[in-house]
């Protein structure tokens, strides 16, 4: 964090930069109480108050137990202050897979393997989980006569834990829900026409994703997962598989 020899004072929080929340402390307090603080999990976002009348960069901080110290927490960027205050979204990562996926059990009677695209916004939260929004498009193929074309439109909100294995290899657990919308064009009334056929199901899906850094902000995700359809009366199921860049805000993570 750039230090300033005309800083007046300091405000802090917790895992969050929500112009609400800063508590304000002056530089010539000592000790500051952190209630509540998870030094295993949380982060501390600091910023300094000059004698130009502006608030400083939001800078991240963690406790590392090891050494008993404060360090600054590299994986996440620091957050650009503006003059009318800080953005209420710490959006952390941007990406963009494109996605495999092939049916298993009940979902293998009506259609078969599908390709499309999967575009992921993360959101951080604490240094040991981020949250996630999924928007997805894929074109099945379809083990039927009746059907003539099948897409599908998926929309999930969920969260992803990171863990490091190297310095350069990451893995994320992820689990995400939401709905899959189902576009389909064929006879599906049996009454001989080729209509356009909309339904919805919820879905669940489980990842185990593998990061690998390229360079700093970007890296390159490998995402095998399954996929769960809550239908009407059964339960669709399918493998996934998912390739693709991750850009990230500052460090990767």
Known sequence: MPYSSEVEQFRYQV????????????????????????????????????AEDLWGDAYPFIYNSDTQKWEFYSKVQAISSQKGGLS??????L???????????????????GFGAVAKLNFFHTKKLLFTTNLSYQKMSSNTSWVSSFHEVGISLG????????????LQLELSSGAMLHLVHGDVSGSGSQDLSLFVDPLVH????????IQEGLQLSLSPGILWF???????QAVSLQAGLKFSRGATV
């Open 230 to 236: 809550l239908e009407s009366g059964a339960v669709g």
């Open 206 to 213: 489980i990842a185990a994703t593998l990061l690998i850094d």
């Open 88 to 93: 209420l979204l710490n959006v952390h990562s």
């Open 15 to 50: 895992n969050d930069v929500n112009p609400e929340n800063w508590v304000t402390v002056t530089g010539n307090e000592g000790v500051i109480n952190l209630e509540y603080f998870n030094r295993d999990e949380d982060v501390l976002y600091l910023q300094q108050y000059t």
């Open 159 to 170: 969260l992803a834990i990171p863990f490091y294995l190297t310095e350069f290899i990451h």
């Open 95 to 113: 990406e963009v897979r494109g996605q495999y996926s092939y049916p298993f059990g009940y979902c293998s009677e009506y259609y078969g393997p």
